[in-house]
C-alpha cells in the first residue's frame, strides 16, 4: 500500500474527521499542514552549529548562577556566624551580666538579653570597634576577652555604680539590680555558676560548649580568689565562702553547691603553687569558730552552721585539714582540747557559760515565780534543742571517722590526748578549787556532749547479747606507752589506761597477750567509759549536792520568812541563783535519748563483764548456770579498769534519783545488771569488784 493510501486510510480512521463536512474536506486539510511542519524543521546542515549555540546559552546561564549561589551562600554563611556570635554574646551576657555594649537600648532586639548588665567601660574603650563578648577556641575556658572581661568585672569595687539597662523597659527591676551589681566576688561566681548550668540544660547544640567553657570560667575565676585574696581589695573572700557554704547547705537545693564546692576544690588541690589548700581552708574554719563559740544552744542559727561542719566533715580534704587544725599545741593542756574548734562545738549547752554567774543566762529565770507546768515546759524544749545536737555531734564524729584512715587516726589521737590531759577532773581537789579547775580542764558541757556523741556510736553494739560485745579486747588497757607510729599500726589511742586500778588484780606472774591490732569497737567502748568518768560522775555529784543545798536554802528562808528577818530576800535571791543553776544542770543532764543510749551501753557492758568472769572465750553469749565457776586465771577482767563498774553504778543510782521514768520500761537492760550483780557478790574471788564505791552505791540503791 502506497503512503497516500495509508494517510487516507489513517485520515478516516481518526476520530476528528468527524469535524470536518466531509473526509475530502479532512485530507485537504491534513495535505496543507504538512508543508508547515517541514519548513519548521531546521536544516540538517545547520544542525550541528545551532546545538552548539544552545549548550554555550544554557552553559553561560549556569555560570551567572553558580556565581550568585556561591555569593548567596557566602552571604548565608556570614549572616549564620553572626548570628551564632551574636547568641554567644547574648548568652554570655545573661551568665556573666557584663557587656561591652553600651549602645541605645532601643536598638536591642530585647531577645535573650538580661534586664540589667555592669558595662565594662574602659575594656569597651580599649576594644574600641567589637562590642560583643565572644569565646575562641583557645582554651578550656574561653578567649582571653572573655577571661578578661569577667576579671575586669570582680575587680571593681562598686560594681553597681556601672550598672545599665540592656532593654527598653525603664521599669524599676531591684533583683536584676542586686544579681547584676553584686559586690562580694564569691557570691557573684557562684550565682554565675548557676546560671551557667541553666544556660546548659536550654541552649541549642551549637551554644552547648560555649555555656560549659562559661560554667568552667566561674570555678577557675573561683579558685584565683581564694589562691589570691590579697588582689581584691576590701573582701574578705573568707568569710564570703563559709557565708555561701552556710546557705547553700540550708538551701533549697544543697547538692548544687556542694557539685561547686567540689569542682573548686580539685582546682585548689591541683595549683597548690602560691597557696596550699590548708593555707586557704584555715582562714574558713578560724571563722567558723569564732562564729559558732558564742551561738546558743536553743538557736536555730547554731543548727545552720552544724550543717557546715557535717560538710566539713563529709568532704575528705577539708576533713583533714580539720582533724590536723584542732590538733593542740600543747597536748597536755586539757583546756585546750576546748579551745578547738571541735571543742568550742561540743562546749555548747544549757549549762552556765561561767560557772556561778546568772546573769546573762536565758534559761529558767525567775524559777520562784514559774509554775512547775512551764518548768516542764522549758525542760522539754531544751531536751528537743538537745537531741538535734547530739545527733549532728554524732554524725560528725562518724563522718570523720569514716572518712579516711588518717581522718581517723587524728581524730583518735585527740581523742585520747583529751582524755588524758582532763585525766585531773576526777580528783578530790578539783570540787575544792573551783578557780584553778576551769583554768585547767575542759568544761562540764564539753564532756556531756562528747560523752552523749560517743554513747551513739556505741549504739550498734549496744544490745545485751549482741555478738559484737564479744569481739572487745581488754588488754587494749594494759599496753603501755607506744610509738605515734605503733598508736596507728595497732589502733590504741587511749593513753594512760595502764595506771588504771582494774576490777580484779592479775595472778602472780601473769604476763599478757596483747593484740597486733585492736578493733574499733574495743577503742569506742573504752573512750566512751572513760568519757563518762570524767564527765557524767561530776555532774551526779553536783545535783545531789546542789539538791541538799536549795533543801538547807528553802527551810532556811521559810525560817527567816516566819521571824521577819530581813535577810529572807537575800536568801530568796540565793535560793533562785542556785535553782537556775540546778534546773539548768538537770536539763542538761537527763535528756531522754541521751540517757537511753547510756543505758543501752552500761547494761551491754555488765553483759559483757559477766561474760569475761565466767571466762567465755567464744564468740556467742553463754547463759549463767550455778553454782558459778571460779575465775579463770586467764581471765580478761584484770585488765579491765574499774571505773567500767564504777560508771554503771553510778549511772543507775542517777536514774533513781533524778530520772526514773526511764527504768519503767527496761525489763531487760535491768536483767543484766541483776546478773551482774549476782555473778560479783556471790563469789569472794570478785569480792574486789564489789567492793568498789560504784558497786556499793548500786547495791544499796
Known sequence: MTDQGNNNQNISCNPFAALFSSLADAKQFASGQQPQQLSAEPPLEDSGESQSESENSVSDS????????????????????????????????RILLIT????????????????????????????????????????????ATIRRALFNRLLLPEPGNHLINMTSCSAVNMSADRDAGEKCAIPYLFACYQRAKEEVTKVPEKLLSYAVRCKNLTVSNMRTVLLTPEIYVSQNVYEQLLDLLLEGVTGSQPEEMVEFAEEVITGLLADQEVRTFTEVIVPVLDIFHGRVKDLDLCQPLLYSYLEVLLYFSHQKDIAKVLVEHIQPKDP???????????????????????????????????????????????????HQFMGQFHDKLHQTLKNLLQRSGETRHLLL??????????????????????????????????????????????QPFCRPRSPKLLTFNASYCALKELSEEERRNRNVHARGLDKETCLIPPPPQHQAEFSQSYSLLTENLILTQLTLHLGFHRLHEQMVKMNQSLHRLQGSWQEAQRSGSPLSEQLLEQFERLMIVYLSTKATATQPAMLQCCLNLQASSAALLVQLAVGNQGSEHVALTFPLSPIHHSSMLCYVPEFFAENLGDFFVFLRRFADDILESSAESLEQILNFITIFMGNVERYKISASPGFRTLTKG
Not at 552556765?352 to 525542760?379: D, I
Request: aromatic share 8%.
Open 62 to 93: 549556569v555560570d551567572d548562577n553558580d556565581d550568585s549561589v556561591a555569593e548567596i551562600s557566602r552571604s548565608f554563611r556570614s549572616r549564620q556566624e553572626l548570628c551564632e556570635q551574636l547568641n554567644v554574646n547574648h548568652m554570655i551576657q
Open 100 to 143: 561591652l555594649d553600651n549602645s541605645d537600648p532601643s536598638l536591642r532586639g530585647g531577645n535573650g538579653i538580661p534586664p540589667r548588665c555592669v558595662f565594662l567601660e574602659e575594656m569597651a574603650a580599649d576594644l574600641d570597634e567589637q562590642d560583643w563578648l565572644d569565646m575562641d577556641n583557645i582554651g578550656e575556658v574561653g578567649s
Open 332 to 382: 597536755s593542756n586539757g583546756l585546750q582540747y576546748q579551745k578547738s574548734l571541735l571543742g568550742a562545738v561540743l562546749s555548747i549547752s544549757c549549762l552556765l557559760r561561767t560557772p556561778g554567774v546568772v546573769e546573762g543566762h536565758r534559761y529558767f529565770l525567775n524559777p520562784a515565780r514559774s509554775s512547775p507546768q512551764e518548768t516542764k515546759v522549758q525542760e522539754a524544749n531544751i
Open 413 to 458: 589521737s585527740w581523742l585520747g590526748g583529751c582524755l588524758q590531759a582532763n585525766a585531773g577532773r576526777t580528783k578530790i581537789w578539783a570540787n575544792q578549787m573551783p578557780e584553778i579547775f576551769f583554768q585547767t580542764y575542759a568544761s562540764d558541757a564539753f564532756f556531756l556532749n562528747l560523752g552523749a556523741a560517743l554513747l551513739k556510736l556505741c
